[in-house]
């Protein structure tokens, strides 16, 4: 019979990654304590399984982690990782300092919107402003969830959150145009409802020498999901919508509202607002990488020695 659509090739029928969870090994099984139908859970098994496939060096590959729900991955990522939990927000600082200190590593840094772009903006611009040679993960539900759901800067505008019982009325803060103008040299975006995009953006970060930033679309099901409609910013429009208090409800949402970047090109900014332009933006793999050329000043700083 023949087959439309791409062929994969065949996945392993029993899955071999969750033995290589941290809880897995730990416990012999999957374990988690993030909310049933968190995003979080499916990012930290694709990562799991990103690094054992690639064979990554714990030591050259740390995870140096923010505050959020997403620091409760620990559970679910690869027992070998070396991880170091930073203040909130201040990941990209820790990072800098351990690149800096062994410029043999490349730190894989896990950050939330609200750690990366609220709290800890400042860290971001300037990382993504040198070059350094890191992969920053931005997990982006929308919301500070691990505190209760507050608004984040990323919030969508007209969402229901905590702190916004009235609704959103903020503009949104978009990490991709903050990580393009701030200098980043691999840019890209994709949701947990496109996983194998994601493998491929990470392993092309992997790769890549400078700053990638991936951004993720991902749901929180508590404290977004059970408190908006599906038709969120299509309410204008009079649409009717489902409360999105299911994994599926959310992924489906996340689906529907991502646009390809090549189609988003042809559509009017009406029909773009609060939805996720998805895809790479910028792949530049020969801008000069920071801890390169702080070791050809330090060089010239030792006369040349
Ligand atoms: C300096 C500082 N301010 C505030 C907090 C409280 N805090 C901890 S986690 C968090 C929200 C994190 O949100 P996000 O990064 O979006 O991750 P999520 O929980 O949504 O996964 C906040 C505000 C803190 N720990 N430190
Ligand atoms: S509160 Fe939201 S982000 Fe946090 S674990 Fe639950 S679903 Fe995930």
Request: charge should be positive; charged fraction near 20%.
């Amino acid at each position: 019979m023949s087959r439309i659509g791409p062929m994969y090739p065949n996945e392993k029928p029993e899955n071999p990654y969750v033995l290589v969870s941290y809880a897995g090994h730990l416990l012999g099984n999957y374990s988690s304590r993030l909310c049933a139908g968190c995003g979080y859970g499916i990012i930290g098994h694709i990562f799991t399984r990103l690094f054992e496939d690639e064979k990554l060096d714990p030591k050259l590959y740390p995870l140096v982690i923010g505050i959020g729900c997403y620091s409760q991955m620990l559970m679910t990522v690869h027992y070998a990782t070396q991880k170091v939990l930073s203040l909130h927000g201040r990941a990209p600082a820790l990072a800098t300092g351990m690149k800096m200190a062994n410029p043999q590593m490349k730190p894989i840094i896990f950050t939330g919107d609200g750690d990366c772009l609220g709290i800890g903006g400042n860290h971001f611009i300037h990382t993504c402003r040198r070059n350094l040679d890191c992969i920053i993960l931005i997990f982006n539900n929308s919301i500070y969830a691990m505190t209760g759901g507050q608004s984040a800067p990323t919030t969508l505008f007209g969402a229901y959150s905590t702190t916004t019982p009235y609704k959103m009325f903020e503009n949104r803060s978009d990490g991709i145009k903050l990580a393009l103008a701030a200098g980043a040299s691999y840019v890209a975006r994709t949701t947990v409802a496109h996983p194998r995009t994601f493998m491929k953006y990470f392993r092309k970060a992997l790769k890549h020498k400078g700053t990638s930033v991936i951004e993720l679309i991902t749901p929180c099901v508590t404290y977004f999901g059970r408190k908006n409609l599906n038709n969120l910013g299509a309410e204008y429009l009079g649409e009717k919508g489902e409360r999105m208090d299911t994994a599926g409800k959310m992924i489906d949402w996340i689906k529907r509202n991502s646009i390809r970047i090549n189609q988003a090109e042809f559509m009017s900014e009406e029909e773009l607002f609060n939805k996720y332009i998805i895809g790479e933006f910028r792949y530049e793999p020969d801008q000069p990488e920071y801890s390169e050329q702080y070791a050809k000043i330090q060089k010239i700083a030792r006369g040349g020695k």
